[in-house]
């Protein structure tokens, strides 16, 4: 591992930890670079402030950990991985839920939640005509459903373990892919209807 990931890991580690018991808001290059050893000069090397080193623990952490899981047989198992990365980071996550830095948290949901369901979508559609705008209208429609039940859970404490939704989830959705898709495949076939 090069030293400038050490180095970048080492920051993550002292925001996540300065995190567990203080606000983001509260929470200074400074703190981070005195809790890692470091000066000022050599974490503007690596993030433009406090919010890039946000999403770049959002990204190595959690979005790279589920990039085998894209597929139909598999989805379920990207969900419980995300679930379970805000369950094992709970402070983290909802400090930074609850902060200004929001957006990268919805970021990090909608991106690794949009690429597990365009990957069972691409998957499903695959041998059918269905448009690529289709596709992706269907993709964000399951991804905003998604994010939204797992603010939902983070906001309500996370009281339901994960394995419980990831069971309700996949009983709800199961088929509704193949559903849509074939109506979206039928529509195309149409002939246009021309008005008068």
Avoid at 13 to 30: C, D, E, G, W, Y
């Amino acid at each position: 591992m090069s030293s400038s990931h050490l180095t970048k890991k080492a920051l993550a580690a002292a925001l996540k930890q300065r995190m567990t018991s203080a606000p983001l808001n509260k929470i200074t290059v400074k703190h981070l670079v005195d809790d890692c050893g470091l000066n000022r000069q050599t974490f503007y090397y690596h993030f433009q402030d406090i919010f890039e080193l946000l999403g770049w623990i959002y990204q190595t952490e959690a979005v790279d950990a589920i990039a085998g899981e894209r597929s139909y047989r598999t989805w379920t198992n990207g969900f419980l991985k995300i679930f379970k990365y805000i369950e094992d980071n709970r402070a983290f996550c909802l400090n930074t839920l609850n902060s200004l830095a929001r957006s990268h948290l919805d970021s990090y949901l909608y991106n690794v939640t949009n690429s597990l369901v365009m990957g069972v979508v691409e998957e499903v559609s695959a041998g059918m005509h269905v448009d690529a705008e289709d596709q992706r209208f269907l993709a964000n429609f399951y991804t905003l459903a998604f994010t939204g039940l797992i603010i939902s859970w983070m906001r309500d404490g996370m009281k339901e373990p994960p394995e419980t939704l990831i069971v309700k989830l996949s009983e709800l959705v199961d088929g509704h892919f193949e559903q849509a898709l074939q109506r979206y495949e039928y529509k195309a076939k149409r002939p246009p209807v021309l008005q008068k």
